[in-house]
C-alpha cells in the first residue's frame, strides 16, 4: 500500500554542502514530528516534499506522485514554509481567498472565512495583514495551507511567534487536523513541542535521521543516553563519595557549592540521586542539567542511534 508520503534513500546537497544524507521514512494519517535544530535539514526536507527542489539522490512521493513533476499533487497537498510570503496591503480574508481560489476551490470566500474560523482569526478576517503580530500572520498562513481542505500538510515552524496560549491553542490544532485522517508533517527545535502534537517523531542531525519512533520511544533513548548534571548541595564531599560508589557513574568533579556528574544512564541517576541524599541527610539545593541544549540532546542522540546500528 503506498504510503501518504515516501522519502526513499534521499540525498541533497548544494556544491560542497551536503543538507541531507540518505534519507528513508514513510508517514501515514496522523501527525509525524520532525525534530532537528536549526541548520539540520528539516526545511530542504520540505522544499523536496512540496516540489520546490528535486533530490539529487534518492526519490520523493506524496499520496503515491513526485511533487516535482506532477503539479496535480498539490490540490491535495497544504504547506505553511518556514518565513512570511505574505502581502501585507491585504486583508487576512482577502489573502486566503486568493489562494483558495488559485488552488481552484469552488467558494474560495467561504472556504477562507471557515479556515481563518479554524485557526481562530475571524474576528480578524478583515484586517489588513500589515498590522498583524508574527503569531497572527503564522496563523493567517496556517488558514491558507487548509482552506483547499488539504490530505496531506507539510507544517514547517507553525508555532514560531505565538504565545502560549496560541502554542496550546495550535497544539490541539495539529493534533485534531491528524484525527482527522490527514497526514500532518510538523517540525520543530523544540522537543517538547513535538511530543504534545505527535504520535511520531523523526530525529534529524545534520541532515541524517538518527532515530524514529513514538515520542515515548525517543524520551526512553534520551533517558539512557549519557548525560551531565550539576547538583548544588550543602555536602557536596559527602554525596560525591555515595555517587561515585553508584554503577554507571563515569565521574564526579566537586567544585563551589557542588558537584558536577557524569553518568551512562540519566534515568537512573534521576531515581537514586534523591534517595541518597535522603538516606545521608543531605540536603540539595538544586539539580541543572549540563549542555542540555538541543545540539547536545541530538549529539547524544546521534550517538545511541550508531550504537544501535542504525
Known sequence: MTAALEVDAVSKWFGDTVALSDVSFRSEPGVTGLLGHNGAGKST???????????SQGTVRVLGLDPRAEPAVHARLGLVPDGDGLWPFLTA????????RHRGVRDPEGAARAALR???MEGAADRRVAGFSKGMRQRVRLAQALAHDPEVLLLDEPLNGLDPAQRRADVELVRRL????RTVLVSSHILGEVERMADRV???VNGRLVAEGTPEGVQELLAQSARTVRVETDEPRRLAGLLLAEPR?????LEEGGLVVQTEDGRRLAVRLPQLAREAGV?????????????SVFTRLTASARGAGR
Do not use: K, N, W
Request: charged share 15%; proline share 4%; glycine share 12%.
Open 45 to 55: 526536507l520540505f522544499d523536496l516534499l512540496a516540489g520546490f527542489t528535486a533530490p
Open 93 to 100: 480574508q482577502q489573502t486566503v481567498a486568493f489562494l483558495a
Open 283 to 295: 540536603h540539595l539545593r538544586r539539580v541543572v542539567p549540563v549542555g542540555e541544549d538541543l545540539e
Open 178 to 181: 491528524g484525527s482527522q485522517g
Open 249 to 253: 557513574t563515569g565521574s564526579v568533579t
Open 202 to 204: 523523526l530525529v534529524v
Open 118 to 120: 479554524t485557526v481562530g
